[in-house]
């Protein structure tokens, strides 16, 4: 089982990373031009927020199991990344775009979570 956790919290975090720096070096004016057309809806400090947000839950994922200290935040961050694609498919929704990648997204970080509590808690 550590073994599925390790491919689903690396998928993950990897996506979340990765998704996470580009909002936050990116401008709005920037995202929006890369057909994010959904930061309309949101400040530039809002879109670093989320940026932020999940960045911090991609390394929740990570460095607490491999660390050995505070493995209970793995969970914790696989819940707050569910939060985050709830949100960003609502926001998806609304201009009346696909929320597939949400959708895979959230199922990926709630099967690490699940994973995480099988495996450390």
Same mark, same amino acid.
């Given at each position: 089982m550590e073994i599925a956790y390790w491919i689903a919290a690396g998928i993950t975090a990897l996506g979340f990373a990765f998704t996470g720096a580009f909002k #936050?070096?990116?401008s709005k004016d920037q #995202?929006?031009?890369? &057909?994010? /057309?959904?930061?309309?809806?949101?400040?530039? /400090?809002?879109?670093? &927020?989320?940026a932020v947000a999940e960045i911090l839950g991609a390394l929740g994922l990570i460095l607490p199991p491999l660390t050995g200290v505070a493995v209970w935040l793995a969970p914790l961050a696989a819940l707050g990344l569910v939060v985050i694609q709830v949100g960003a498919a609502r926001a998806h929704l609304k201009l009346n775009e696909t929320i597939i990648p949400n959708i895979v997204f &959230?199922?990926?970080?709630l099967v690490s979570g699940v994973l995480a509590v099988i495996v450390w808690l």
């Open positions: #936050l070096v990116k #995202l929006k031009a890369a &057909g994010m /057309n959904w930061t309309d809806s949101y400040s530039a /400090n809002g879109i670093r &927020g989320i &959230g199922v990926l970080a």
